[in-house]
């Protein structure tokens, strides 16, 4: 055997093992945090603190399986320490967790400080490799100005901070990277997550994707449509609209190239869908469960509270998504045959309905009805879905088998008998070839099998889903304590206040503007939790803005990074993918998107858009928002026919008059502008498109 054979063979067996151990280490991972939420059985900063050292064992070792694989030692000999140190002091602090959280506040001993500077610099390493330079710079910026804010003129100077202060501030005190977001990534987002990875690997996505194959056969603009809703569904869960452009991408826009849209148009579409995904409840992106513990509010107060201004932007989003698609004169007749092999027979939709339905159902009424708390109501979520997912199946199977048994019994010639068991011997063994053909038909034991398979590789996927968002959330944990200890918030408040003039539409502008940098290279939730802590006070306090809005003003702000240029990095992933103009590309982005960027202001001037307690105002206000949205989206995608100066003219005007009904805080003025919409649309049908209206048919009769 060569040297080159061997070293091969070696390597394959060194991933072998490793991809083995990783599903070990979910595994393990999972059940200590699903017997944590049975049990509570020790303090949730000591969970925490354990929680860390186990999912960064799940991603360093997946990591470095990923980065053998692709031939990268390098990396893979950094991870393995970086995440050692950080397991150690996970398990340091835990086990010690008395003495250190409860006794010795405010100062520990030299071995914990050196332990403290390994995981500050080990979280450094994560961070910059999970999410470039420009979120290390971020954190490197805060530690900074932390430790030498005393150097730093005006408002915005502090006393600064020596290095034992710092340590203590982000690791030894407990306060830090293991603090209130690390606990809440801990105790609500990671069941979630793992709810996430079983939907995944029993194939509800694909699910999804059949139900909008089929809706899509009675839309003009049904290919894009499946696209924007397959893409959302997904970026609700997965709290990443970069990964998630990258991931769903992947099939949909090459599927919207190939019935003719343009490649900037399908890049724009994706991008779009992939970053407004976040909003859509019961997920959100993750950032559901943070602004919950903010607030100090049940978690479904804050789904009830983002359905109406969701609802806005799915229906706007899709309106110009159909004129985008209608523009290009594109084919989008979608054939099932395409992605899938088979059909879904009325009793596998009936099992799958179930086996996906009653999961879905326990966690709607433990939340709505029951009152239980998030983390209960999830942990009871993903047993049930455990068992449906593992059991429906067989189940189905099984169902077949009998009915394949039933019918032979029912018309015995449908058995075919010959060979050795011809004759007498044959009529005999009939029955029992009957029940053994079905068997081995419908497989029923095989299908467990498999499912329970599926069960382990969701279980694997909710940690990989889930290490990327802990590692962010941990270290900006850390950030946002600094922030407290140097009491930046208050001085940021004062700055905004100086800045804006005291005018609450320059705050707004301001604030978004802070949210869209802040989104540049991170995911949402993380964006978000740095404006809540930095620009939400102030719209509190100073311009009574009511916290429910405020909160739901940053957030919506938060998701617009990822189609903002000039860094628009989920517009970067999908221009990427359609070989397409990156400019061009975030052009079609903002034109499908664009109430989006109104909808943050239009909050804190229509108070009533943003209820925990929807009711018929509620409903009112939305739908006067919304068609306001929809004036904004017809002025600016819908293809007139008209000469380039009119077109111009027109987009113009109709896109103004559609911030104006959108923002203004008078409802008798948003109708009077939506008459003028509607005045406008009716004129367009019947000057340019020749369209006859009924009533003017019968005057001329």
């Known amino acids: 055997m060569s040297t080159d054979t061997a070293s091969t063979e070696s390597e394959s067996g060194l991933l072998r093992g490793l991809n083995v151990t990783v599903t070990a280490a979910a595994l393990l991972f999972w059940a200590g945090v699903l017997y944590w939420a049975q049990t509570q059985a020790i303090s949730q900063v000591r969970f925490a603190t354990a929680f860390v050292g186990g999912i960064l064992t799940v991603y360093a070792l997946n990591e470095t399986r990923l980065a053998i694989a692709d031939g990268d030692w390098i990396d893979g000999a950094v991870l393995i320490p970086a995440s050692l140190a950080l397991m150690t002091a996970s398990a340091f602090f835990a086990v010690n967790f008395q003495d ?23 979280l450094m390493y994560l961070t910059w490799r ?5 979120f290390l710079g971020l954190v490197f910026a805060v530690f900074g100005y932390a430790m030498y804010g005393n150097l730093v003129p005006g408002v915005l100077g502090h ?6 202060t710092l340590l203590q501030a982000t690791v030894t005190d407990l306060y830090g990277f293991y603090g209130s977001l690390t606990q809440i990534t801990a105790s609500w987002i990671a069941p979630f997550l793992l709810y996430a990875g079983l939907l995944f690997a029993y194939g509800a996505f694909d699910l999804i994707l059949r139900v909008a194959i089929v809706a899509a056969k009675y839309i003009e603009s049904g290919i894009a449509q499946t696209a924007v809703l397959s893409s959302a569904v ?3 869960i997965n709290g990443s609209y970069t990964a998630n452009a990258a991931m769903t991408g992947s099939f949909t826009i090459p599927t919207m190239q190939e019935a003719g849209m343009k490649g900037h148009r399908a890049a724009g579409i994706e991008a779009v869908a992939s970053t407004s995904g976040q909003v859509l409840p019961p997920v959100m992106g993750a950032s559901a469960f943070v602004m919950a513990s903010y607030l100090g509010v049940p978690y479904l107060d804050i789904v009830v509270a983002g359905l109406v201004p969701a609802a806005i932007l799915v ?12 523009s290009d004169s594109s084919s989008q007749d979608m054939e099932f045959s395409e992605f899938f092999d088979e059909r879904l027979s009325t009793e596998k939709k009936v099992f799958e309905a179930i086996r996906f339905g009653v999961p879905f159902g326990i966690l709607i009424y433990l939340l709505g009805i029951a009152q239980y708390t998030v983390m209960t109501s999830a942990l009871y979520t993903v047993v049930a879905m455990m068992i ?15 009915v394949g048994i039933h019918s032979w019994v029912r018309d015995p010639a449908d058995v075919e008998i010959g060979g050795p068991t011809a004759g007498v011997l044959g009529a005999v063994a009939a029955p029992f070839r009957g029940i053994a053909e079905s068997l081995l038909r419908f497989r029923p034991l095989a299908t467990f099998v498999d499912e329970m398979k599926n069960t382990v590789h969701g279980i694997r996927r909710g940690a990989i889903i889930l290490a990327p968002i802990a590692i962010i959330l941990v270290v900006i944990s850390g950030v946002v304590n600094l922030f407290s200890t140097t009491g930046i918030p208050a001085k940021i408040a004062l700055l905004l206040i100086n800045i804006s003039g005291g005018v609450l539409l320059f705050a707004v502008l301001l604030g978004m503007g802070v949210a869209i940098l802040m989104g540049v290279g991170m995911p949402t939730v993380a964006a978000y939790v740095i404006v809540a802590i930095l620009i939400v006070p102030t719209f509190v306090s100073d311009f009574n803005v009511p916290a429910i809005t405020a909160h739901y003003t940053m957030f919506y702000a938060a998701i617009l990074a990822g189609i903002t240029p000039p860094v628009a990095t989920a517009a970067v992933i999908a221009a990427g993918i359609a070989e397409a103009n990156f400019w061009r590309t975030c052009g079609a982005a903002i034109r499908i998107a664009a109430p989006l960027f109104v909808l943050p202001v239009a909050f804190v001037y229509n108070p009533g858009l943003i209820s925990m307690d929807v009711g018929a105002y509620t409903l009112y206000v939305g739908l006067l928002v919304l068609l306001g949205a929809v004036a904004i989206i017809y002025g600016l995608n819908y293809p007139f026919k008209m000469r380039p100066g009119r077109k111009i003219g027109a987009r113009a005007l109709l896109a103004t008059l559609g911030v104006l009904i959108m923002v203004y805080p008078s409802n008798v003025a948003k109708i009077a502008g939506i008459a003028v919409f509607a005045a406008v649309f009716v004129a367009e049908k019947v000057m340019i498109r020749g369209l006859t209206l009924p009533f003017g048919r019968g005057a001329s009769q």
């Open 100 to 122: 250190v959280y409860l006794q010795r506040q405010g100062y520990a001993l030299e071995h914990e400080y050196m332990l403290a500077r390994l995981v500050v610099l080990s």
């Open 130 to 134: 999970e999410f470039g330079n420009v």
């Open 159 to 164: 006393a600064g901070m020596n290095q034992a």
């Open 234 to 236: 997904i970026g609700s």
């Open 315 to 326: 229906v706007s989003i899709s309106i110009a998504v159909h004129y985008l698609a209608i």
């Open 388 to 402: 449906t997912g593992t059991f429906m199946p067989p189940l189905q199977r099984g169902y077949e088998c009998l």
